[in-house]
């Protein structure tokens, strides 16, 4: 298996505008996770989502934040609009429900809002 | 609610030294417990894990012993090497909130020659 694939690797974008980090879980894991890692917060979990289905948005920072899981192959974060302080690396982790498995991470997006 | 705490960094040591990273954990069922690994520029890496008490996990020369009555996951090795320089995070899943994972702040290690 590939692993978790993140893309893109890297993002520069200019304040306001809209950014969209995609995710394509591992093949027949059930449970993904969006995490955001700053050197001042360390690792924070923004959302998790079980079979497709948002279970815990409460690490959202706020209404410019939103996340979907359309298919079990599939998950973007979208921020708009995007503020320098959204610069950031941000994590998708997989995982399958009910084995007591690891959660697997991809190689992280980058983003940088100027 | 579950949560983690691991001790905090940075740690420094010369190479071949011993390690130990704390690490203890709140939780009011049976979780799972993770070391993971961090190098620059890169995600998150299962370094080693344990599903029940005193199981122990074991990897690269790492160990860490599931030890509930102390609640506790502490990270060790024996003889430490440049390569080991990284961020370690303790975590924590499966207790009683489905599979949502908890992790620790991580710490910082770095190894001189």
């Known amino acids: 298996d590939a692993g978790v694939i993140q893309s893109p690797r890297h993002e520069v974008t200019e304040m306001g505008q809209e950014v969209t980090l995609r995710c394509k879980p591992i093949?027949?894991?059930?449970?993904l996770f969006w995490y955001r890692q700053t050197m001042m917060r360390g690792l924070e979990l923004l959302i998790y989502?079980?079979?497709?289905?948002?279970?815990?948005d409460s690490g959202m920072p706020e209404d410019r934040f939103s996340a979907k899981m359309p298919n079990a192959s599939f998950s973007t974060l979208k921020i708009q609009p995007s503020e320098p302080r959204d610069s950031a690396v941000y994590f998708c982790?997989?995982?399958?429900?009910?084995?007591?498995?690891?959660?697997?991470f991809g190689q992280g997006t980058r983003l940088t809002v100027v | 609610g579950d949560s983690v705490t691991q001790m905090e960094g940075p740690v420094t040591l010369s190479e071949e030294a011993f390690l130990t990273i704390n690490c203890t954990y709140t939780?009011?069922?049976?979780?799972?417990l993770f070391w993971y690994v961090q190098y620059p520029g890169e995600g998150l890496q299962l370094l080693l894990k344990?599903?029940?008490?005193?199981d122990k996990g074991s990897n690269k020369g790492f160990e860490a012993t599931y030890r509930k009555e102390t609640t506790s996951f502490h990270l060790e090795k024996g003889s430490v090497q440049v390569s080991d320089s990284a961020v370690y995070f303790c975590?924590?899943?499966?207790?009683?909130?489905?599979?949502?994972?908890?992790f620790g702040t991580g710490t910082s290690l770095t190894v001189i020659p």
């Open positions: 982790a997989s995982s399958r429900e009910g084995d007591r498995s690891e959660a697997f």
């Open positions: 093949s027949g894991h059930n449970s």
């Open positions: 989502f079980n079979n497709n289905v948002p279970i815990d």
């Open positions: 939780a009011t069922g049976y979780p799972s």
């Open positions: 344990a599903t029940k008490a005193d």
């Open positions: 975590a924590l899943s499966g207790a009683n909130t489905g599979n949502q994972f908890y």
